[in-house]
């Protein structure tokens, strides 16, 4: 089975829109700034700036300056956005995304 989205002959699409995806780059990196969002998740830096100001004004992420830099602080507590998935906290996403950046080396999760 392949990963290209172009390659059944229909629309290209993925499960996950691109605020989930710069979520999760903000949890793998608290500090990380928006032009490396954009290249992270393929999306330009204007669109990487609005989603990033998106999350913020949802309460989903706090912009902190730091010297020149921004860190960035998730509230794990926040609901999803559609009311289907409102009942469930954005930890779970990002836990389910991010787990395996924190695994040590070596170790292979259990199956």
Do not use: C
Not at 1 to 10: C, T
């Amino acid at each position: 089975m392949s990963g290209s989205d172009g390659e059944h002959g229909g629309k290209p699409w993925t499960f996950m829109t691109n605020h989930a995806r710069t979520l999760i780059h903000i949890a793998r990196n608290p500090n990380t700034r928006v032009r490396d969002i954009a290249d992270g998740i393929g999306i330009t830096e204007r669109a990487a700036q609005n989603i990033v100001n998106d999350l913020e004004e949802a309460a989903y992420i706090t912009r902190t300056r730091m010297g020149r830099r921004n860190h960035y602080t998730i509230d794990l507590d926040r609901p999803f956005r559609h009311p289907a998935d409102a009942d469930q906290s954005i930890e779970g996403l990002l836990t389910l995304f991010t787990s395996h950046d924190r695994r040590p080396s070596g170790v292979v999760p259990p199956r």
